[in-house]
């Protein structure tokens, strides 16, 4: 897969509609998928800390969400040349997961928040199946594992922000049965209005 790379973090140069065909491909396959946004706080961040930089690294997808990446690889004659941005792949990803009849668990935020931006997330897509949700200050993980196992979901949203959502996708990734993962950040927050 084709890659730039800014201060020794990576970058996807591929649009919503690229990622998202290679993602149901990947499904297909029984592949995993994991997207994480790059913005300049994070390159800086990673450039410092080396753990960070493997975990945005490993991810299978580093989208550009930021407009300093752009003016970046413009600079250094690269191909990104808009914005794939955490909230917009997320609504594309839904949108995928209305069409495809693929479930969706949403992990984090506060109870309020992840229960409302369910519901509006059910107005928005209609049909959709929103296989469950959980807050994201509860205390047993293992119960949390088997509640998304269960909920037969093959997308993924976790947001408990940077990088605490990407630290749980890789140490929890192992024994779940999901395809997609995505850390959204305060994602939530903006769905639940
Ligand atoms: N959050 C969570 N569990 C935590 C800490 C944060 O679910 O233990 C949620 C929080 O409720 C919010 C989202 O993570 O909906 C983003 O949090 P924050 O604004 O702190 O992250 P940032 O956007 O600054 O990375």
Same mark, same amino acid.
């Given at each position: ?9 990576? #970058?996807? %140069?591929?649009?919503?509609? @690229? ?7 990947r499904?297909?396959?029984?592949k995993t998928s994991t ?7 994070? #390159? ?5 800390? @080396? ?12 989208? %550009? ?6 003016? $970046?690889?413009?600079?250094? +004659? ?8 955490? #909230? ?10 209305? @069409? ?10 506060? @109870?309020?928040?992840?229960?409302? $931006?369910?519901?509006?997330? +059910? ?29 037969? $979901? ?8 940077? %990088? ?9 990734m ?5 395809l997609v993962y ?7 927050? #903006?769905? $639940? +209005?």
């Amino acid at each position: 897969m084709k890659k730039e790379s800014y201060f020794g973090i990576n #970058v996807s %140069p591929y649009t919503y509609e @690229e990622i998202i065909a290679d993602i149901k491909k990947r499904i297909r396959s029984n592949k995993t998928s994991t997207i994480i946004a790059v913005n300049p706080e994070k #390159v800086m961040k990673g450039e410092k800390n @080396e753990d960070l930089r493997e975990l945005i690294n490993s991810a299978t997808y580093q989208i %550009p969400d930021g407009v300093g990446i752009l003016l $970046a690889s413009k600079l250094k +004659g690269g191909q990104i040349r808009s914005r794939v941005t955490g #909230v917009d792949m997320m609504e594309r990803l839904l949108q995928f997961a209305q @069409e495809e009849k693929h479930g969706v668990f949403l992990y984090g935020a506060k @109870e309020e928040v992840v229960s409302k $931006a369910a519901e509006n997330i +059910g107005k928005k897509y209609p049909g959709i199946d929103i296989a469950g949700y959980q807050n994201g200050y509860i205390k047993n993980n293992e119960a949390l594992i088997d509640q998304i196992n269960a909920s037969g $979901a093959k997308l993924l949203f976790v947001a408990m922000g940077s %990088p605490r959502q990407e630290l749980w996708i890789r140490e929890n990734m192992p024994r779940l049965n999901t395809l997609v993962y995505q850390g959204v950040g305060g994602s939530f927050d #903006v769905f $639940a +209005g």
